[in-house]
């Protein structure tokens, strides 16, 4: 599996309303220090292909087999490839060349 970095913006109305819907999808944990975090599970996958504005993959709350099946899928936001990793992509890897001998009198 290859790691990419991606990008995107999550609708916090949109995560908002879904939190509310269906407030078990938030775990929450209690901390060493004592203090209680909530979290929401995600899923980030990889599209098929790209679509027509250049997002590669989508974010979605981590959902149970039986509910995907009943067709609960909470889509938050798409992804698209970061800049560097789109011009990685697209330049052919260059060698380093050797720096060219200088004629000076250090003798380091």
């Known amino acids: 599996m290859e790691l990419s970095d991606y990008f995107g913006s999550i609708d916090l109305t949109k995560l908002g309303q879904i939190i509310r819907l269906h407030p078990e999808l938030v775990k929450t944990v209690n ?25 590669v993959a989508y974010l979605k709350v981590a959902c149970k087999k039986a509910e995907q099946k009943q067709g609960l899928n909470y889509y938050l ?7 560097n990793q789109q011009q990685a992509a697209s ?4 060698q380093a060349q050797a720096p060219a001998s200088t004629s ?5």
């Open 31 to 55: 901390m060493k220090d004592g203090t209680q975090h909530k979290f929401l599970n995600v899923d980030i996958n990889a599209k098929q292909q790209a679509d027509q504005y250049g997002n």
């Open 77 to 83: 936001c798409d992804l698209r490839l970061s800049q």
């Open 91 to 94: 330049q052919p890897p260059q």
């Open 104 to 108: 000076d009198d250090l003798p380091f």
